[in-house]
């Protein structure tokens, strides 16, 4: 009985060595072989890729408003496995990209009791590596958000030492944390963002958004 051949690209390829062996060229077959072999594995290489790629970096996009969490690894690089002992950042942008302008507060997101932690797999939280400074009450038009602004929140997760650090709406006073041992961790946090129209009309509140990544120390 034959064997059903599940895998598309050696079906593929069985389809292909079986013609040139009608052709009774032993020789030119092995040749073809080996190029095949090296093409295929270039193929599912690039495939595998790309799914890390989409795992690294979560990007949503509402109603013009785009949204990127990620983790940075030493390089700057998007990652989600890190060596022990390495430090790496949190990355959360906001992208006006909508054509209208807005007021948006960037800085309370960062009072959300989950956003930046980190969980082990078992849910144990190690907490943050910052404590988010006071802000002053002034309303919402004091932070315009106009067409085409990007609103960024990176902080690393070892602090050399304590220090307050500021960017844009959001100031934080550093919190010393220990380096993350070999293990699977996750962090994540859910948010509605308001968004103010200049324009009643305009205003955006969405629901509940959920960003999770999960990455590794080894």
Known sequence: MNRIIKNPYARMLKVAV?????????????FFLR?????????IACENATDDDKSQVIEKEINGIAF?????????????VFGEGE?????FSVANQSKKDFYYNAGELSYNKSFLCV??????????????LPQRDIGIAA???KNGSVHIIKVPWLHEKDSVMCAENFCYKSHIQKPLVKGSYYTGFKYSFY?????????????????????KIQ
């Open 18 to 30: 079986a013609t040139l062996c009608v052709a009774n060229n032993l020789s030119f077959v092995k």
């Open 35 to 43: 190029i095949s072999l090296l093409v295929i594995t270039g193929m």
């Open 68 to 80: 990127k969490f990620c983790l940075l690894n030493e390089h700057g690089k998007p990652a989600t």
């Open 87 to 91: 430090n790496f950042n949190f990355y």
């Open 119 to 132: 969980y082990d797999s078992s849910g144990f939280d190690f907490g943050k590596s910052y404590h988010p």
């Open 143 to 145: 932070y315009p958000f």
């Open 195 to 215: 968004l103010q129209g200049q324009q009643d009309e305009n205003t955006i509140k969405t629901d509940s958004i959920n960003f999770q990544i999960n990455f």
